[in-house]
T-cell receptor
Framework: RKEVEQDPGPFNVPEGATVAFNCTYSNSASQSFFWYRQDCRKEPKLLMSVYSSGNEDGRFTAQLNRASQYISLLIRDSKLSDSATYLCVVQPRAGGSYIPTFGRGTSLIVHP | ETGVTQTPRHLVMGMTNKKSLKCEQHLGHNAMYWYKQSAKKPLELMFVYNFKEQTENNSVPSRFSPECPNSSHLFLHLHTLQPEDSALYLC????????????FGPGTRLTVL
């Protein structure tokens, strides 16, 4: 089983749609979780951290389910500018250092 | 300059060449990372440095040799690369600790002929 798994998509949705991505991880010792966004031919940038209680930032909601070892990202009222690849990142603690593991990303295409 | 910078942005080299990639961060961070991003594959962590000390080497071939002279600079020395090493090489930095985001540089697009 891969350490961090994401559905690569692409998810092709109209403007205004609600879309959800899931990400599963295999290391139960994982301690911190993030969603990054990567635009075409650009570097990844942090979208939001994922907290145990769940968190929301405008149209974006992230949730963590430790028992089932998955995190999710919900995007409401999709905009054309949301088109990008969304990367799930899991950071277990290993021997005092923090080794981030990235999923392969989920591609989102928002069309008019 | 602010953030994380990388030079060169594009590099084409032959298999017998020796070249170096440079990364510099102006954020006062203590941890720096090298990643490899190939088409249709997840980001692969290559090396991690904390306070100039290498803390992780993720089974990277010896033809890739990192150097971290101080907390702000990170190099990746390349020699006798293979065509399959062609990829986007990303540098990132973060404050030490697992609860912090990473800040990425724009990357170096490497092509090995």
């Amino acid at each position: 089983r891969k350490e961090v798994e994401q559905d690569p998509g692409p998810f092709n949705v109209p403007e205004g749609a609600t879309v959800a991505f899931n990400c599963t991880y295999s290391n139960s010792a994982s301690q911190s979780f993030f969603w990054y966004r990567q635009d075409c031919r650009k570097e990844p940038k942090l979208l939001m951290s994922v907290y145990s209680s769940g968190n929301e930032d405008g149209r974006f909601t992230a949730q963590l389910n430790r028992a089932s070892q998955y995190i999710s990202l919900l995007i409401r009222d999709s905009k054309l500018s949301d088109s990008a690849t969304y990367l799930c990142v899991v950071q277990p603690r290993a021997g005092g250092s923090y080794i981030p593991t990235f999923g392969r990303g989920t591609s989102l295409i928002v069309h008019p | 300059e602010t953030g994380v910078t990388q030079t060169p942005r594009h590099l084409v080299m032959g298999m017998t060449n020796k070249k170096s990639l440079k990364c510099e961060q102006h954020l006062g961070h203590n941890a720096m990372y090298w990643y490899k991003q190939s088409a249709k594959k997840p980001l692969e962590l290559m090396f991690v440095y904390n306070f100039k000390e290498q803390t992780e080497n993720n089974s990277v071939p010896s033809r890739f040799s990192p150097e971290c002279p101080n907390s702000s600079h990170l190099f990746l020395h390349l020699h006798t690369l293979q065509p399959e090493d062609s990829a986007l090489y990303l540098c990132a930095s973060s404050p030490q600790g697992s609860y912090n985001e990473q800040f990425f540089g724009p990357g170096t697009r490497l092509t090995v002929l």
